[in-house]
């Protein structure tokens, strides 16, 4: 089983909708990310968390909210998305700082398209 | 102000050829450099990072070359094969390693042909 999982992994939705996107990981994890990818603009940070009770935002935050519902799990909501939300949407899980030899892993990614 | 910036945007090559990929990055709080390979329809998963301390890294056909004063850092592939054929992204984050939030280049896709 993978260890990092987004649901769902495609997502066709209408102006004003609101969209959760889920993510779940077995590694065992604290930190959690949720990155947004836009063709030829690479990866960019909308929030990250680094353990349950706490929660950042990214380069990118406007429009969206998260959710960190435990050590595993990490949602990503549209509250009325947008045309320009639509892109592909990756969750990344990462160690805390005693084990900084590790990395990050990221998911299979969410593909999402705004009416 | 792009942080990282990643040339070119895409690149073909012949096998056994020797793409090469440049970024530059501007903070340099910046100690942590991976490189992710990405392929469609999948998540970028870490192809090889290094630390300022060193100059450059290989594991094997994958070499980073590291420049500290340039605030540069670049991508080699010996004897690319057709399976290279993806999308790189580089990047750069705070605090050594790779558990906190990175900083993308906008990628380069690269295609090797047989």
């Known amino acids: 089983d993978a260890d990092v999982t987004q649901t769902p992994r495609n997502r066709i939705t209408k102006t004003g909708k609101r969209i959760m996107l889920e993510c779940s990981q077995t590694k065992g994890h604290d930190r959690m990310y949720w990155y947004r990818q836009d063709p030829g603009l690479g990866l960019r940070l909308i929030y990250y968390?680094?353990?349950?009770?706490?929660?950042n935002k990214g380069e990118i935050s406007d429009g969206y909210s998260v959710s960190r519902q435990a050590q595993a799990k990490f949602s990503l909501s549209l509250e009325s998305a947008i045309p320009n939300q639509t892109a592909l949407y990756f969750c990344?899980?990462?160690?805390?700082?005693?084990?900084?030899?590790?990395?990050?892993?990221f998911g299979p990614g969410t593909r999402l398209t705004v009416l | 102000q792009q942080q990282v910036k990643q040339s070119p945007q895409s690149l073909i090559v012949q096998k056994g050829g020797i793409p090469i990929i440049n970024c530059a990055y501007e903070?340099?709080?910046?100690?942590?450099f991976p490189w992710y390979q990405q392929f469609p329809g999948k998540g970028p998963a870490l192809l090889i990072a290094i630390r300022p301390d060193v100059s450059e890294k290989k594991e094997g056909r994958f070499t980073i070359s590291f420049n500290k004063s340039a605030k540069q850092f670049s991508l080699h592939i010996m004897d690319s094969q057709p399976g290279d054929s993806a999308t790189y992204f580089c990047a750069a984050s705070i605090g050594g390693a790779g558990n906190t939030p990175l900083v993308f280049g906008k990628g380069t896709r690269l295609s090797v042909i047989a």
């Open positions: 903070n340099t709080a910046f100690d942590y």
């Open positions: 968390s680094f353990d349950v009770k706490d929660i």
């Open positions: 990344a899980t990462g160690p805390g700082l005693l084990r900084n030899t590790d990395t990050q892993y």
